[in-house]
Structures are given as structure tokens and as C-alpha cells.
């Protein structure tokens, strides 16, 4: 009836012993269509100019969120060129060259090496923190030049589905994601978990996994929908 095929009741019964959770958040435990709600733009910057960096290198991107930054992108009418030398760095965002110029996209720390943030950057940090959403920022040539401002509302089952999981068993529900702890934590209050583990790349999540087991000496179950969430 859900489109779910189990491969043998083996997995079922695996589960079933399972007394710890945990969960990623983007595409799990929310709807995972990000919504591009906002493009904000350095002084000297356009959006336009913003979002066709971003789109343009997001065209070869696997992640959840690329794909939302690029039909936002064309929806309002920004013409993309086609990336070149682009490489991924999972849990960080992704790097490459955009009509000529070196341009990075991805967490505050990966767009601009570990630099401070203008003041700008930090108003759209404390607003994505606030509304629970996610930012994405935009380096050139080293320098940030923009941060795009994504919805991802919390699927409206999640907090029932968390609510039956204890019902059938389950002692421990951890929501483990990257995301910037501010807009992790709003999201894990709204809908019940026991811990939250934010900004964790994924070998950091391996780790995580890694403490669960030890912790709760038996079957852990870890459920996510992306390739940050394969290892």
C-alpha cells in the first residue's frame, strides 16, 4: 500500500529489536522540496547575479537542496551557464568554476574559508535561525557575495510518526543532520525528539551512529534519504 518492498522478514524482525533512532532531517523528517523563499545579496552584489553563480554550479549537484536552488532560479528567469571543474564535498556544499571565476557554495564556513561573516551574512544567519529555514551561501573568487534563503517545512505525519514509534518500543529518537544548530534545534523541539545533533558532517555521522551503539548495547536503527546519510 506505502510503496515500501521489504526483501525478507528478516529485516522486520531486525527492526523490531530496535529500541534507538536516529534520524536525518532534510528529506526524512521534513518534506524534502526546499523552497527557494529569498535571495539576499551582498552590497555590491545583485541577486540575480547571487543565483546564477549558485544555480549554475547546483546543475551538477546530487544534493537535496540543488535542485530547488536551480528551478528557483529559472522560475525567475536567470539564465545558467554550465560549471566546470565542479566537485562535491559532502556535508560542506560544492566548488567550481562559473564563467570563468572560482565559486563555492554550501555552509557559512565552506563559502568563505572559515572567514568571518559580514555583518549582512550574519543578519541572514540569525533570520534562517530564527524561521527554522535553511541559508546557503555563495563565495567568488573568496569572496562572499550572497546567501539564498531555503523552506523546508517539517512533514506534517513526523510528529505522530515519532509518537507511535515509542509507542511501539522505541526508548531514544535522535535527529543527527548538518544543518546550523540554531534551525536543527527549532525543528527537534517542534516535533519531540530526545537529542539533537547538529552540523555534523557525514563521517561525523558514522560517529554518532557509532556512540548509539555503544550506548544502547543493542539494535539501533539510522533512517535518512540522501548522500550525506549513506555512509
Given at each position: 500500500k ?5 526483501k ?5 524482525e531486525?527492526?523490531a529489536?530496535?529500541?534507538v ?9 521534513t ?11 551582498a552590497?555590491?552584489?545583485t541577486?540575480?547575479?547571487v543565483l ?5 554550479l547546483?546543475q ?22 554550465l ?7 559532502p556535508?560542506?556544499g ?9 565559486v ?5 564556513d565552506f563559502?568563505?574559508d572559515?572567514a ?15 524561521e ?5 551561501y ?11 534563503v ?22 531514544r ?6 544543518d546550523?544548530?540554531?534551525?536543527a534545534?527549532m525543528?527537534?523541539a517542534?516535533?519531540?525528539v ?5 552540523e555534523?558532517?557525514?563521517a561525523?555521522?558514522v ?25
Amino acid at each position: 500500500k506505502r510503496g515500501i518492498i521489504v526483501k525478507g522478514g528478516g529485516a522486520l524482525e531486525a527492526i523490531a529489536r530496535a529500541r534507538v533512532l536516529l534520524f536525518d532531517k532534510t528529506g526524512t523528517l521534513t518534506a524534502g522540496r526546499p523552497h527557494l523563499a529569498d535571495v539576499v545579496a551582498a552590497p555590491d552584489r545583485t541577486p540575480e547575479e547571487v543565483l546564477r553563480y549558485a544555480g549554475s554550479l547546483e546543475q551538477v549537484s546530487p544534493h537535496v537542496l540543488a535542485s530547488s536552488i536551480v528551478s528557483g532560479a529559472r522560475e525567475r528567469g536567470v539564465v545558467l551557464a554550465l560549471p566546470e571543474e565542479a566537485d562535491e564535498v559532502p556535508g560542506s556544499g560544492i566548488t567550481g568554476r562559473v564563467d570563468g571565476h572560482v565559486v563555492h557554495v554550501g555552509s557559512a564556513d565552506f563559502a568563505t574559508d572559515g572567514a568571518p561573516l559580514p555583518a549582512w551574512a550574519r543578519d541572514v544567519r540569525r533570520r534562517v535561525n530564527l524561521e527554522g529555514a535553511t541559508g546557503v551561501y555563495v563565495g567568488v573568487d573568496g569572496v562572499l557575495v550572497g546567501a539564498l534563503v531555503l523552506d523546508d517545512p517539517i512533514r506534517p505525519e513526523t510528529p505522530r510518526v515519532i509518537r507511535s514509534l515509542r509507542r511501539a518500543g522505541v526508548r531514544r529518537v535522535v535527529m543527527v543532520t548538518g544543518d546550523h544548530a540554531g534551525v536543527a534545534d527549532m525543528v527537534g523541539a517542534a516535533i519531540g525528539v530526545d537529542a539533537v545533533l547538529a552540523e555534523r558532517t557525514p563521517a561525523d555521522k558514522v560517529d554518532a551512529v557509532a556512540e548509539e551503539r555503544a550506548d544502547a548495547g543493542g539494535m539501533i536503527v539510522m533512517v535518512g534519504d540522501g548522500l550525506n546519510d549513506a555512509p
